[in-house]
């Protein structure tokens, strides 16, 4: 086996001031490095400031654009949801129209009775099965056209309105109703009038 063996070589003819020389350099090296290492100048954070702020800002720019879009989509869908709900309400009103009977103080005598229904132009009165308020309480309903209100140019309106049938007393055709609940159905209308197709008078 090989025996290797360390070599140790020392300067020789070196003067202690010679030596003293190469501390005081290798100690003045030693001196630079510690100061390159004691992290950013002023000027690198303040730019890394001034970028995180930007970065920050256009975020939060951002958010609010996105925020204002969505809450006017979620206006535009909850009001095309409430105009659809409205209009099938409105249908299944229409549709369950039910056969109430009523007279009047001449036929009352006479024991003659006939559907309640009361229908102008710009309204109509009917009892339906299907109330929109009351669920399965049957209700007196009337749907009416009236002006939109000041400065709408002539536009108009259909409302609808309802008063439960069982705190109503309905039993002669010209008597007063008054409707407790009501919704807009359509605003903001051109043209809007009920027209009626059958046969008139009694049998």
């Known amino acids: 086996m090989a025996l290797s063996r360390a070599c140790v070589c020392k300067p020789t003819g070196m003067s202690k001031s010679g030596g003293n020389r190469l501390k005081m350099r290798a100690g003045?090296?030693?001196?630079?490095?510690?100061?390159?290492?004691?992290?950013?100048?002023?000027?690198?954070?303040?730019?890394?400031t001034i970028i995180l702020a930007a970065i920050l800002y256009l975020a939060a720019l951002s958010y609010s654009i996105f925020l204002e879009r969505w809450g006017k989509e979620n206006i535009a869908n909850r009001a095309a949801l409430d105009g659809y709900r409205k209009h099938i309400l409105l249908?299944?009103?229409?549709?369950?129209?039910?056969d109430y009977y009523v007279t009047d103080p001449a036929n009352e005598k006479k024991g003659t009775y006939y559907p309640f229904f009361r229908?102008?132009?710009?309204?109509?009165?009917?009892?339906?099965?299907?109330?929109?308020f009351y669920?399965?309480?049957?209700?007196?309903?009337r749907l009416k056209v009236e002006r939109a209100g000041p400065g709408s140019k002539g536009l108009r309106r259909l409302i609808y309105e309802e008063a439960p049938l069982n705190q109503t007393y309905v039993k002669y055709v010209g008597a007063p109703i008054r409707f407790k609940r009501s919704m807009v159905v359509y605003d903001r209308l051109k043209i809007c009038m009920f027209?009626?197709?059958g046969t008139s008078g009694t049998q």
């Open 119 to 132: 229908g102008t132009r710009e309204s109509m009165e009917f009892v339906t099965l299907s109330s929109v």
């Open 28 to 48: 003045q090296t030693g001196t630079r490095l510690r100061i390159n290492n004691k992290g950013f100048t002023l000027i690198e954070v303040l730019i890394a």
């Open 91 to 98: 249908r299944e009103s229409l549709e369950s129209i039910y």
């Open 135 to 141: 669920g399965d309480v049957p209700a007196v309903a």
């Open 195 to 197: 027209r009626y197709f």
